[in-house]
């Protein structure tokens, strides 16, 4: 396997999930491996997005259930005092400790780590600081960045990589977008107690989601935030003109409305980390977004330099960046023939929403599945949860499940409520075992739970 001309068999750029899969793959099949990163070990999962998300989501659970708490008997007078810095202070602890794993995790596979920005300066050449090295193959898992639009002010706002630096909470908090960061970050700032603003210039929250689960949680957040649909900022300034107001920035919207908050942050997308990397000096075909253009087995333009995830902007999830690292390591390195032709299917990937309430899919939308199931059946259960039968909470759980007439097979998941992600992640796996309906309706359910729905729906909608 080894080629003496080359330094390395194997060079990673960029340390987040899928170059740390492909780099630990590579050195396990015998490769020559080595990995650069200039920032963070662990990349944007775990530094400034799933786990810093997730563990911020769970903070924000904690007012609902203390106000829950007196429909079962506990007495309670007053809500606890939060502190947003001990939140930070502990997730902050909590990241420099998977920091810390992922860079042994690496060093026991045999990974030589260089910490430093990579450049590349040839198809099997690159620069670290200044160490010039060689490899036979190189591979971008540079992963993806914020973007902020061009808006007058927004030199005021923060991004999503910010809001896990904000030391204090915002007494008025704005967020602008419609997609995943922007709904769940709403929710945190709402949860622990802030006036929360959400801007979007769709008319549903969520819209890449099956349409009726999407309404569902747009129309939940719409409970606890004022949210703003079919609106884009104008501009954003320092609040001089609404002195009666006690805030620091005063936001003009495109109706005319000036909304007086403290911090805005802009969740508008992102776009790959692409950029002074030596990729268009070299003929890497970049697309519109900068994003590298690969083909089904992550090759980019130029033989030698591959590329996987958020850099290649296909599905932008953690357990598709591994995945797609793990194959594109065993076919530069495995021995099997099966490992040298295998792609991966971007079919049946589940992924959820941690907003407030959850939202988790597996397959097709209900307009997707109609568009290739003619007479599609479609089963939906929406409901109470039993906790809210003593709370009064007027809190729901929208369940559906989509049919293929002829096959009876399950070709859609959907969900949004309490546990969600859980749900639905067991879900996935009957789907990817191609499970039909006449399977659930077999199986017995657990009472009492909500899970339990999905296998006793009976009674296809007339929709």
Known sequence: MHDVDFDFDFFVIGAGSGGVRAARTAAALGARTAIAEQRF?????????????????YAAQFAHQWRDAKAYGWVTDELPAFDWQILKDNKDKEIKRLNGIYQSILGSAGVTIIEGRAELTGPNSLRVGNNHITARHILIATGGKPSLPDVPGIELAINSDGFFELTEQPKRAMVVGGGYIATELAGVFAGLGSEVHLVHRGNILLGDFDHEIAGFVTDAIQSYCK???????????????????????LVTLDDGR????????????????????GLEALGVKLDDSGAVQVNEFYESSVPGIYAVGDVINRVTLTPVALAEGQLLARRLFGQSAESKRSAFSYDLIASAVFSDPQLATVGLTQSQALAQYPGLKVYKS???????TLTGAAEFTLMKMLVDPVTDRVVGVHMA???AAEIVQGMAVALQAGATKADFDATLGIHPTAAEEFVTMRTPVAD
């Open 382 to 388: 929406k409901f109470r949860p039993l906790k809210h």
């Open 227 to 249: 949210v703003y649909l079919k609106t884009q900022i104008i501009k954003i300034e320092k609040n001089i003109k609404s002195k009666e107001i006690d805030a620091d920035l």
């Open 41 to 57: 070990f662990g990349g944007t999962c775990v530094n400034v997005g799933c786990i810093p998300k997730k563990l911020y989501t």
């Open 258 to 277: 000036q909304v007086p908050v403290d911090t805005v942050l802009f969740a508008t997308g992102r776009t790959a980390n692409t950029s002074n990397l």
């Open 417 to 419: 409520g309490t546990d």
